[in-house]
């Protein structure tokens, strides 16, 4: 009985302290990693939104590249358009011919003008281009021709009268034309032609 009294058992600590102790740290080490995700997580947003301003510029870039190639267009509109050189040259030449005189080989006949007929209707039913119309017609304008007044002058390769077994096939051939074109110079509608008829034979090429 004096040993144990000499040798009291230690007294058993409160063991709540320890676990109070422990819930604070986690809670402190809680908040830390809360405040650390906040700040990573502005540090995202802002290198994010630093990664996405060079797409605004871009795109700001593209937009005045359209308005640079809007206003190109609009000063290319407005300007004249530039006459080819060859068109001035090629008028030169005509006014070069219409400049030459006339010098028609052949015959020539005098046609009065009928009803529907128009000056250059007349040019082609003799198979004779419209310039040398002119200039044979001086005087004449060619929307002031009137109907059993006016008078052309019409150069042609001459006349045919109509013999035994002149059909109007035949009759071509020996002038190199075709039958359309007598037909046409003689206002026919047939192919035909009576024995003894004056034929008129236009010209085989049309100048």
Known sequence: MEFEDRNPKPETPNS????AVLLVLVGIICLLLYAGWHLMSDDASKVTDLNQEPVVVEKM???IVVDTDTTMVLESASLPAEQPKTDSKEAVKENKVDNK???ITGEKLSHTVKDGETFYGIANK????ANTLKKLNPGVEANGIKVGITKLIVPIQGYHIVGPGDILKVVAKKYDISVEAIMNANGK???FAE???KLIIPRKVKE
Request: hydrophobic fraction near 25%; proline fraction near 10%; glycine fraction near 10%.
């Open 101 to 103: 005189p006339v010098n």
């Open 189 to 191: 509608t047939k192919n």
């Open 61 to 63: 870039q593209d937009s």
């Open 126 to 129: 003799f198979n004779v281009s």
């Open 16 to 19: 709540g302290l320890p676990m």
């Open 195 to 197: 024995r003894g008829e």
